[in-house]
């Protein structure tokens, strides 16, 4: 067995044929340092993942890691399997959060092949795969199809059969899990930090977020290790030199959770994410941009079957070097703005007034 | 209800009036992984914060977090109602630290107005609230009372009348609280660092400390995050650009808990502070910049009517990219040393020789 | 007793003499933070330190810290006893694993001086020390032998007798502590990344471990820091601009940490070290540099006396701003490529086949 064999080099696009899974390696017990370091990454403050107390009075066992925390985890897994030979990270669609992940909580991840289309150019391919998170108990914590661009190992391997799976535009409000034991009528909003709750937000509304986050290189960096997370364009400044951007690129997942940490601000009753509809980074982002964002109210769920709580779908637009008070977006001719690095498409449980 | 109402703007000086009390929102659990991140971003070594097993053999039951780390984390939780505003901290008096906070304790904070009063400008006033910090069994943790100028919403509005409280000088020996439990007989001065013990230092006599410790952004961001500290001007680089110094500013906490882990060497037996008896931050501190410090013995209680440990009165200099060998200060004539950035006075215990 | 004792200056190479028992201060209590903190700053996988599954599989009763997190921890209670003087940190030998550390312990450090050798210029000398750590319960966790040249205080001082102990080449495969339980017939590979295992690696084979990973001076700072290694060089940005670099110098144990986790691609399953025989910094780090890999199979113990685990003895030699496919090395004349900046020799445990 030669030394080259030894080294990973992930899976080329004629490595995926639809049905094929994938048990990805290196189990991760997440603990309160896995949270701690998430607060100092990010400044995170919704009030559920922040403290115990607060979890318990709405029915909790404790406070459970941050949502996109757990996305981050079991993405982390994910990377030396799926992207590591991704030219482009396409999107995300079905996401939910199942079981809420609480420290001492064991992740591993597995993904199933269920889409393959070979571009036009033939070197490269989209890859569709819907991963998902298990505890120690094989309870599932959290699944989610997502896309992304490979190169093919030969240009000259034949074409597979085309498949494109169906996806939904949106998690509807039967597909959702709830956390076992929710019960929101105890919600302390000045607590919590903001008196809007549910009733409070209508659709089309859209909130200026105000604040704006400078990313360093040690912070992402830090992040990403931590998610291990082992995509070479986030660490490796040297061999980044020679590439298209000239400098190491941001973990996309750090720019999401920047977003939502900023949108504490105008949502922060937004306590749990319950559903990811889709993202796409419509930009790099680099050590040294300051983040802004702003989001929308996309949809209301009348409806989940209770009193205590409503789901919210939103949208949370991240821009760098550019704050939102004028909403940069995506125009008619579908340009995203210059200063867009993210569109993210998720579904929030707020309180609703009793 | 409009979308811009649901972004907080802060109080400004006409929200303040005396008696006023503020709960602060974001209670915060506390764990292990606040400490380990305190040691990663200060370097603090102080044995009782350090070791459970040191902290057992001076009567607590486990490692109490470090008392500056308390200090911030309930600070942090004031700054959305406080601070957001602030042009300029002002000051601090009267700080007392109570029933120290372990790992698991869950703290909230409260505020109220102790004292207002309007410039003569008409377009900025000053506020001084009383703040305290509690854990989950509402048992106090901390409290101090910090002054700060506000904006004025609008200049035209009417001057409140003018209540400026009377406070301490420094906290007396008989308001100090020590942790329950407590007693320093056992205390290992060899395995705490230094054989210096209260007996040891001289009213009057100075200390250079004489290590640095440069401070990179990505590391005062970290703390100030990690305390959920939001004041705008740590975080926004972007913004800062367009500001008086250019850059993002170093949260003032951050200052002194690196002069107070400086400050370890020279004073490695100051194993705990009991009182916050003022402050100024005669400079700002920008990443980039090395920190160094030196402390004077202000005064020392011959008793606390116990014999294992006194306290002792310290202030704490800091200053940057000037090593203190020389002991730079503020001159008869009022003028702080160019670089000089802190001047922190507070009370410590030291164990007393058997 | 005046103030400028009370600075702790460290001991110079009068200070030591054959014999010498230094306690060294700052105990220290190991949570799940630094375990947190090492994945952050290193992005280790390891299984057997990332997740309690993974380690009871193989006999243990939870994940215990990172070999190296432990070795950094015990090293860094020895620095201001042993090596604030020192002028260079010439070698390891001997080093050896014992007891593996679970969060939760708590570490103290002694060392002894076992030889002495004064430099021909007679302002410097050599100091050989075994330093060991042990836990809570009095048991040893590690042990190694360092040698440093140390500054004497006065030039004029006479010279000690000299004393040069014999140090193994490397650590014997008798002489090795396996952890208590371990018992490697359930490892999982897959789960561990990689199916190469102990029988598929060869005498004198290289491995390119591919990856590279820059170093931020904000992320060497809290490594550092983390540990309580108080090396001046490390941190004071400011007095170093004087100095023969003109900058920081990254502790050589964080260089030590970032190849052992870049060795991971390629030796996935050295899931353990066990020993470390020896190694060499052959050239400064500094922040912005991005460190590479790669290793060669110095020798394999064919027994251990048990079928589940094989020793490896690996010498894996990291680069800055060189990417390791060409191997770079120490030419036959002594002389080290101008990138290398490690040369770590160290054994670890692998699971053999079935």
Not at 312 to 332: E, M, N, Q, S, Y
């Amino acid at each position: 067995m030669s030394a080259a064999s030894k080294t990973a080099t992930g899976n080329f696009f004629e490595d995926f044929h639809v049905g094929r899974v994938i048990h990805h390696a290196t189990p991760r017990t997440v603990t309160s340092a896995d949270a701690g370091l998430y607060t100092a990454l990010t400044g995170s403050r919704f009030a559920v993942f922040s403290a115990d107390s607060f979890a318990y009075n709405v029915g909790l066992p404790g406070a459970p890691l941050d949502d996109m925390l757990v996305f981050h985890m079991v993405f982390g897994r994910t990377v030396p399997d799926i992207s590591l030979n991704a030219v482009a990270n396409l999107g995300y669609a079905g996401g939910r959060f199942h079981k809420p992940v609480y420290p001492g909580d064991t992740l591993t991840a597995t993904s199933e092949v269920i889409g393959i289309k070979e571009n036009s150019n033939g070197r490269t391919g989209v890859v569709y795969v819907r991963s998902e998170g298990r505890n120690q108990d094989n309870e599932r914590v959290l699944d989610y199809v997502r896309w992304v661009m490979v190169n093919k190992r030969d240009p000259a391997s034949p074409a597979p059969e085309t498949v494109v799976p169906e996806l939904p535009e949106a998690v509807g409000a039967d597909r959702l899990h709830l956390p076992p034991g929710l019960d929101a009528a105890r919600y302390d909003t000045a607590l919590a930090g903001s008196p809007h709750v549910w009733e409070d937000y209508a659709v089309g509304e859209r909130i200026d977020h105000v604040d704006g986050m400078t990313i360093e290189d040690a912070e992402h960096q830090m992040a990403t290790r931590l998610y291990q997370n082992t995509a070479r364009v986030h660490f490796d400044g040297h061999a980044q030199k020679d590439h298209r951007f000239g400098k190491r690129i941001v973990y996309g997942g750090h720019v999401i959770s920047l977003a939502r940490a900023l949108s504490f601000n105008g949502l922060a009753n937004a306590f749990k994410v319950v559903a990811i509809n889709g993202g796409q980074h419509t930009n790099p982002v680099f050590g040294g941009d300051t983040l802004y964002a702003w989001s929308e109210v996309v949809n209301k769920e009348e409806e989940l079957g209770r009193p205590d709580v409503g789901s919210v779908r939103l949208r949370t637009v991240a821009t760098k070097d550019h704050p939102c008070a004028d909403f940069p977006d995506t125009g008619d001719d579908g340009k995203a703005h210059p200063a867009k690095v993210l569109d993210f498409d998720y579904t929030v449980l707020m309180p609703r007034r009793a």
